[in-house]
T-cell receptor, first 115, second 110 residues
Framework: DTEVTQTPKHLVMGMTNKKSLKCEQHMGHRAMYWYKQKAKKPPELMFVYSYEKLSINESVPSRFSPECPNSSLLNLHLHALQPEDSALYLC??????????????FGPGTRLTVT | GNSVTQMEGPVTLSEEAFLTINCTYTATGYPSLFWYVQYPGEGLQLLLKATKADDKGSNKGFEATYRKETTSFHLEKGSVQVSDSAVYFCALGNNNDMRFGAGTRLTVKP
C-alpha cells in the first residue's frame, strides 16, 4: 500500500474560522511533510516531522499549526487565515530522514479557499 | 545550496512525438534525483528516481539518467500519448532538503 490519504478534499473557510486538515499513511514511514502549492507553482515545503517530532519549520506563520499525534497521522490546524493562504495543501511521507534521501509519496491534497 | 533548474514550458506535442524536458541541478555531496508528475486536480506522483551517478530511472516509457559530469537529469520519452498531458517536476533530495523545479506543463494533442 503506497497510499497517502488526505481529508477533506475541499475546504472553504472564513478568516475567523478554525479548521484542521488531516493526513494518514500506513506505509510505516517515519517522516511526514506538509507542502503548500499555489496555482502553476511547485510545492513549497512548510513542515517536516521525523519520528513524530517537528524537525523543519520553514518560517511558516503561526496561524498554521502542525501536529503529529502518532507515526501514521499528521494534522495541520488552521486559524485566522488570510485569503492569500488559499492553495492546495499537500501531505507527503517518506522513509526516515538522515539515512540517504528517499522518495516522498504524496496525498491528493486539500484544496483550501479562504473567504 | 541545493537548487533545480527546469526547462520552461508549456510544451505542446503531437501524439507519438519524442519528448525531452531538461533539468539541471546544483548541490553539494551526492543528491538523489526524482521526476514527479501532477495530473490536473491531483497530488504529485513519483514517476522515476535515481540515487547515484550514471543510474537510469525508468517507468511507463519515461527515462532519465543521472549525469554528474553535466549535473543533469533530463526526462525523455520516445512516443508520448494524450494521457501523458500533465505537469512534470524535477526534484532533488539532499541532506534532509527537497527542492523542486518550477514544473513543465506538457500538452499532447491527438
Amino acid at each position: 500500500d503506497t497510499e497517502v490519504t488526505q481529508t477533506p478534499k475541499h475546504l472553504v473557510m472564513g478568516m475567523t474560522n478554525k479548521k484542521s486538515l488531516k493526513c494518514e499513511q500506513h506505509m510505516g514511514h517515519r517522516a511526514m511533510y506538509w507542502y503548500k502549492q499555489k496555482a502553476k507553482k511547485p510545492p513549497e515545503l512548510m513542515f517536516v516531522y521525523s519520528y513524530e517530532k517537528l524537525s523543519i519549520n520553514e518560517s511558516v506563520p503561526s496561524r498554521f499549526s502542525p501536529e503529529c499525534p502518532n507515526s501514521s497521522l499528521l494534522n495541520l490546524h488552521l486559524h485566522a487565515l488570510q485569503p492569500e493562504d488559499s492553495a492546495l495543501y499537500l501531505c507527503a511521507s517518506s522513509r526516515p530522514l538522515g539515512d540517504g534521501y528517499y522518495e516522498q509519496y504524496f496525498g491528493p491534497g486539500t484544496r483550501l479557499t479562504v473567504t | 545550496g541545493n537548487s533545480v533548474t527546469q526547462m520552461e514550458g508549456p510544451v505542446t506535442l503531437s501524439e507519438e512525438a519524442f519528448l525531452t524536458i531538461n533539468c539541471t541541478y546544483t548541490a553539494t555531496g551526492y543528491p538523489s534525483l526524482f521526476w514527479y508528475v501532477q495530473y490536473p486536480g491531483e497530488g504529485l506522483q513519483l514517476l522515476l528516481k535515481a540515487t547515484k551517478a550514471d543510474d537510469k530511472g525508468s517507468n511507463k516509457g519515461f527515462e532519465a539518467t543521472y549525469r554528474k559530469e553535466t549535473t543533469s537529469f533530463h526526462l525523455e520519452k520516445g512516443s508520448v500519448q494524450v494521457s501523458d498531458s500533465a505537469v512534470y517536476f524535477c526534484a532533488l533530495g539532499n541532506n534532509n532538503d527537497m527542492r523542486f523545479g518550477a514544473g513543465t506543463r506538457l500538452t499532447v494533442k491527438p
